[in-house]
């Protein structure tokens, strides 16, 4: 929720911003793309060096830091500056939209077995698509063209997923060391993969990425 409010925010806000622009039509339709062909762009590359180095939880840090930024640019820019908006925009999708690839990564690649995997990224999204419903109740018309409390609420929103991810890191080394710990206790290597393939996730052998 903490990454998917953010992403649903978007298609709320931008208009007002590039209407505040003096852009209208084609042109305005024009102009609302290059941050989602932005958000694309750092999706591939962060997704390529995600699986690259075997790491999901500091690439969810970044992004978030990154989006973080971008929303309080949104945040702090006046009335009468659409421009700086704009680039706030740009910022936020290059944080936002990364993290949603890189999140989902991770829920299916920490939850063994094909069931498991297909349950915990049914009920990622599923969740997740609560987003979109509470993304229309903080940007509200009259808070136009500001939108101090949905920003701020989006904010808060990526602050928790901050907090939440760097718990989630240390929970996930906390348990390798423990499966790494009862490997070298019980002698348990490789070898013996096919003795724990039912165990998915519970495997001695399974490792958590971080």
Known sequence: MGILIPV???????????????????????????????G?????????????????????????????????????????????????????ACGTFPSIAVVLAWAGGNAGGDVKRGVALAMTIGIANLGGVCSSFIYR????????????????CLLLAVVL?????????????QKEEQCRREGIDHSHAPKFREMADASPLFRYTI
């Open 165 to 177: 991810t760097c718990a989630a890191m240390v929970t996930y080394s906390r348990l390798n060391k």
């Open 40 to 92: 694309c762009f750092f999706t591939v590359l962060v997704g390529i060096y995600s699986d690259k180095l075997k790491l999901r939880g500091p690439f969810v840090l970044g992004c978030a830091t990154v989006a973080i930024a971008g929303y309080s640019v949104l945040y702090a820019t006046p009335q009468g500056h659409p421009g700086v908006s704009y680039a706030g925009t740009v910022i936020a």
């Open 141 to 156: 018309t009259k808070d136009a063209p500001r939108f101090h409390i949905g920003h701020g609420t989006v904010i808060g």
């Open 8 to 38: 649903y925010a978007f298609s709320l806000f931008i208009p007002t911003i590039i209407n505040e622009l003096g852009y209208k039509a084609s042109t305005a339709q024009l102009l609302s793309t290059p941050p989602y062909i932005a």
